[in-house]
């Protein structure tokens, strides 16, 4: 008998939200209602709050070897922050490395992930090559709950664009998709070269600078005009703002569908950071680099219009003295910022609070629309019958400052350093276990692997 009952909370569905009770049952939710019984159940009392699903967080890196360094938090640290948070799961890059199979790759990232998880944990794979053996290995990957790939253009893991499109048409046979970071390698790498043969080689600003809006939405336009040859859907992640919105825009009016993910940097801070004194600005270097502040507004406009269909964090962090590698050469600055400890509560102070999105919206965009497209619903991403037990019950009354002192991850700073939010984490369960509270984690390695479905939004 391991029963507990939620009374009294706002129960938080994209549909529309209600006043009800929910009684888990072990790790499942065993029903929605008014007036369950009480008896052998540990009584809750939500009365005030709001009850979402736990989020989900389709978009880390934890464990990540780049540049010379291996991100600050792994997945005992990375799982931790998330899950205190309120993200009951996440979904890492899996990168098959040139000459390795996927299956090995696999293996590497379950082995990284054997440190232990607080919370569920599935994994994209990233494709860097491609070989008939790669080819074969896609249909096999999926039937090991791998079924969404990561495709670069740009970095060393790129892909360049006859690889791009054989692999889409592998994917679109064998019932995958692709989310794709698009960022154009050429037109970056030749401005890097230009900014790197003067004094701006040691400025943070020469990151953005060489980085602009266009050569994100080139890539984007490119593409979707592949998907569009090939007829399959893919997902671009980490849209910036309006720009590559525009590119989107143009594919959803050939008629195509086009996934979108952004992220709470590029939803509530620009890259006026980069200008900051000294070496202050490297803290939010990441790629693609913020924007402007009227990409901040377009894209929360675009997120409650629905034109963006899931917030993830692209949490890849490194701590202040990983960032200094770059102090003489800004190629050389790791980039990345931590984000998965804060998603859930930016949204809602920022989005909700703030009268840009309705908690119903940030419900679709954090829980039931990235379990679909990850192929997790209806086990993750909403308060069903049937469902896990992962629970977030947030107070939308109390305000916390945000303070890296405080925080599990160990990246050792944050950007969002003295920011005050409105709405705080009381508890959050994963799979009926009460694993966090007020920000502490209660229980951890409870974390487990998840083999998910096809996508299906
Ligand atoms: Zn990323």
Redesign the pocket.
């Known amino acids: 008998m391991n029963k507990k009952l939620i009374q009294n909370g706002l129960l938080i569905f994209p549909q529309g939200s209600k006043k009800a009770d929910l009684l888990i049952d072990g790790e499942k939710i065993s029903q929605i209602g008014e007036n369950l019984p009480t008896e052998n159940a540990q009584i809750i009392d939500a009365a005030g709050k709001l009850v979402f699903p736990g989020f989900i967080d389709a978009?880390t890196?934890f464990d990540l070897a780049v540049a010379n360094c291996v991100t600050a938090d792994d997945f005992a640290s990375g799982t931790a922050a998330a899950v205190v948070g309120g993200t009951t799961a996440i979904v890492d890059?899996c990168t098959q490395y040139r000459g390795e199979t996927m299956r090995h790759a696999l293996q590497n990232w379950k082995q990284k992930a054997s440190v232990g998880c607080s919370c569920d944990y599935g994994f994209h794979m990233a494709i860097t090559d491609w070989t008939p053996e790669i080819h074969a290995e896609c249909h096999d990957i999926m039937d090991e709950g791998v079924t969404t790939f990561k495709l670069y253009l740009t970095y060393d893991t790129q892909v360049d664009d006859e690889t791009l499109f054989k692999i889409l048409q592998r994917l679109k046979e064998v019932g995958g998709i692709a989310g794709v970071?698009c960022e154009n390698s050429g037109m970056i790498a030749a401005l890097q070269q230009e900014y790197a043969a003067d004094e701006r080689i040691s400025k943070v600003s020469s990151h953005y600078l060489t980085r602009p809006p266009a050569s994100e939405a080139e890539a984007i336009g490119r593409l979707l005009h592949f998907a569009e040859v090939i007829d399959t859907p893919v997902i671009d992640?980490?849209l910036t703002g309006e720009e590559g919105l525009n590119e989107i825009r143009a594919a959803r009016r050939r008629g195509q569908t086009v996934y979108v993910e952004t992220c709470p940097q590029y939803l509530c801070m620009d890259d006026s950071l980069y200008e900051l004194p000294g070496f202050e600005g490297a803290k939010y270097i990441i790629a693609p680099p913020l924007r402007k502040p009227r990409d901040n507004q377009v894209l929360w406009e675009a997120l409650a219009a629905g034109e963006i269909q899931t917030v993830a964090t692209?949490h890849?962090s490194f701590t202040l003295a990983q960032k200094e590698l770059g102090k003489s050469d800004f190629r050389k600055i790791p980039g990345g910022m931590p984000g998965a400890e804060t998603c859930g509560r930016l949204i809602f102070s920022e989005g909700v609070c703030k009268g840009r999105l309705t908690k119903e919206k940030m419900c679709e965009v954090l829980c039931e629309n990235p379990a679909k497209l990850y192929g997790m619903y209806p086990q993750k991403g909403v308060l069903a019958q049937g469902s896990d037990a992962d629970i977030v019950i947030l107070d939308p009354g109390c305000k916390e400052v945000i303070a890296a002192s405080r925080q599990m991850s160990r990246c050792g700073y944050s950007p969002f350093e003295g920011k005050e939010l409105t709405g705080t984490i009381d508890q959050v369960y994963l799979r009926g276990e009460l694993v966090a509270q007020n920000g502490k984690l209660i229980q951890k390695n409870r974390g487990r692997f998840l083999r998910r479905g096809r996508f299906a939004l």
Do not use: P
């Open positions: 978009h890196h890059y970071h992640v980490h692209d890849c």
